[in-house]
C-alpha cells in the first residue's frame, strides 16, 4: 500500500484479502475445478479493485484519453477514458480499466500481463487467455476449451496466482 496519495485502505484490502478466502470449494479436483476456482478469485478480485478505483477517481473526475506505460509488458498501449455503467449492478470486466486501477493503486504486475489473464473476444485455439477459455466452457461447454485447459493449466494457474498474490501482497501490507 501506498503511505500517502493513492493508498488503499484498511477496509478495503480487509475486503480484497476476504475475497481470496471465499475460494470456491468444487467436491471433486480436477484441472478443471482448479482452473475455474482461481480464476473465479481473478475477476472478483479485478472487479473490486476496478469498484475502488472508481471511488477514487470519478467519470467527472477522468483524465482524458492519454497513452500510459503499460504494466503489463512495458508496451505503450492507448487507454481511453470509457464510460462507466451507471445503476447498474452488472459490469463487463474491461482491461483497459484494470490496468488504470492497478496503475492507481501503484501494483507491479508486470511480472505477467493482465491480458493473458483478463483478455476478452474469441481468442486462437491454444492461445486463448483464461477468461477466454472460461467464457468458452461456461457458455458452451466446449470440449476444446476443457482440454487446453487441461493442456496449459500449469501456465493459466501461474499468471491467475501471480494475480492473486500481487493483490494479496498489497492488502498485507
Given at each position: 500500500?501506498?503511505?500517502?496519495?493513492?493508498?488503499?485502505?484498511?477496509?478495503?484490502?480487509g475486503a480484497l484479502l476476504g475475497?481470496?478466502?471465499?475460494k470456491p470449494n468444487f467436491l471433486i479436483n480436477t484441472a478443471l475445478s482448479d482452473f475455474l476456482s482461481e480464476y473465479f478469485l481473478c475477476e472478483a478480485l479485478a472487479n473490486k479493485l476496478i469498484?475502488?478505483?472508481?471511488?477514487?477517481?470519478?467519470?467527472?473526475?477522468?483524465?482524458?484519453?492519454?497513452?500510459?506505460?503499460?504494466?503489463?509488458?512495458?508496451?505503450e498501449n492507448e487507454f481511453h477514458t470509457t464510460q462507466r455503467n451507471k445503476k447498474s449492478s452488472f459490469k463487463i470486466l474491461d482491461v483497459g480499466r484494470l490496468k488504470r486501477?492497478?496503475?492507481?493503486?501503484s501494483l507491479d504486475f508486470s511480472q505477467v500481463s493482465a491480458d493473458a489473464v483478463f483478455k476478452s473476444g474469441k481468442g486462437i485455439?491454444?492461445?486463448r487467455t483464461a477468461r477466454q477459455l472460461r467464457n468458452a466452457y461456461a457458455h458452451s461447454l466446449s470440449v476444446s476449451a476443457r482440454d487446453e485447459i487441461a493442456e496449459r493449466i500449469t501456465e493459466l494457474m501461474g499468471s491467475?496466482?501471480?494475480?492473486?498474490?500481487?493483490?494479496?501482497?498489497?492488502?498485507?501490507?
Open positions: 500500500m501506498k503511505i500517502d496519495g493513492n493508498r488503499m485502505s484498511l477496509q478495503r484490502a475475497i481470496l478466502t471465499e469498484e475502488y478505483w472508481e471511488v477514487d477517481v470519478p467519470p467527472n473526475n477522468a483524465k482524458p484519453s492519454k497513452i500510459i506505460k503499460c504494466l503489463s509488458g512495458g508496451s486501477a492497478l496503475i492507481h493503486f485455439v491454444h492461445k491467475m496466482s501471480k494475480f492473486n498474490s500481487v493483490i494479496s501482497g498489497m492488502a498485507n501490507e
